[in-house]
């Protein structure tokens, strides 16, 4: 079973003070998540389930949540213009990169936007979900889910010629709370800089370090169209960039195959 206390023992946040909660099955994390930031005001929260019933992906996709994943969601009010919301997304994908990388020492990168990959399989993902408050400020939920001590065999088959886990990897199972707190302690680490320098280009020249994205030829579906180009960069509000022929073209939202 997942420890809270271990979790909360673990964190040493400046820029949110969260509390833990961590439940065995639910939902979805980030459905209970938006429910309490909603109702708590000020309150950041971080939820914890063991596994998810209704886990949701990108696209309203369902995301397979068997026991022995991490399934987690950080409900934070951040103290910046909505316009911005998008790019937590984009720090949530550095945050939970860097630690897994510091875990485990596996080479972690991120597919655009913020599939968590090892090896070049997708190994997590990241789903932040805006929520209007009563007193019409925002609040993000961010969610993250990580493959980490289940099985290549656990994941649905239709994935498991694209996807991997932590276990896989690395041979050997790893601690869910301390993942858990060193992601949380690496999203507000980036907070804290974005609040002080009251911008978001850390973030995005890290996230530009840790993507295997740019540069290689890619095939997107934004859901109108499907794009063919080489990747060439992102937007400062976290867009794709792609060239196609002559013209660039700027992706906010898709699916990217690399080629
Ligand atoms: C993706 O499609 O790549 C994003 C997957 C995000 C899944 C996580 S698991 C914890 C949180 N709760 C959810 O229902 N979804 C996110």
């Known amino acids: 079973m997942i420890d809270p206390q271990v979790i909360q ?7 949110i003070k969260p509390r833990v909660i961590v439940l065995d099955t639910i939902d979805s994390t980030n459905s209970l998540a938006k429910g309490l930031l909603s109702r708590a005001g000020d309150e950041d929260v971080i939820v914890v389930a063991e596994s998810q019933q209704s886990g949701r992906g990108r696209y309203n996709r369902h995301w397979h949540s068997p026991l022995g994943g991490l399934y987690m969601s950080v409900a934070v009010r951040p103290h910046l213009e909505e316009g911005n919301a998008a790019l937590l ?5 550095c945050a ?17 936007p913020n599939d968590i990959m090892l090896s070049g399989l997708k190994a997590g993902g990241v789903l932040s979900e ?25 994941l649905p088959t239709e994935f498991r010629d694209r996807a991997t886990t932590i276990l896989t990897e690395l041979g050997r199972e790893t601690s869910r709370e ?26 995005l020249d890290e996230w530009m370090e840790l993507n295997e994205t740019i540069g290689k030829t890619v095939m997107v579906d934004d859901g109108t169209q499907i794009v063919r180009g080489v990747a060439t960069g992102i937007t400062s509000a976290g867009s794709l960039r792609v ?17």
Not at 9 to 15: D, E, I, K
Not at 186 to 198: F, G, K, N, T, W
């Open 89 to 93: 997304g984009i720090l949530t994908g």
């Open 243 to 259: 060239r196609v022929g002559s013209s660039e073209v700027e992706i906010r939202a898709g699916d990217v195959i690399h080629m």
């Open 178 to 203: 301390e993942l858990a707190y060193r992601i949380v302690n690496e999203i507000d680490r980036r907070l804290a800089v974005v609040y002080s320098e009251l911008s978001f280009s850390s973030v």
């Open 130 to 154: 805006f929520v209007t408050m009563r007193d019409n400020t925002f609040g993000v939920i961010l969610g993250i889910g990580i493959n980490q001590n289940t099985s290549s065999k656990d």
């Open 96 to 112: 939970a990169v860097s630690a897994i990388h510091e875990m485990t020492k596996l080479a972690a990168r991120l597919k655009w």
């Open 9 to 15: 023992r673990g964190l040493r946040t400046v820029a």
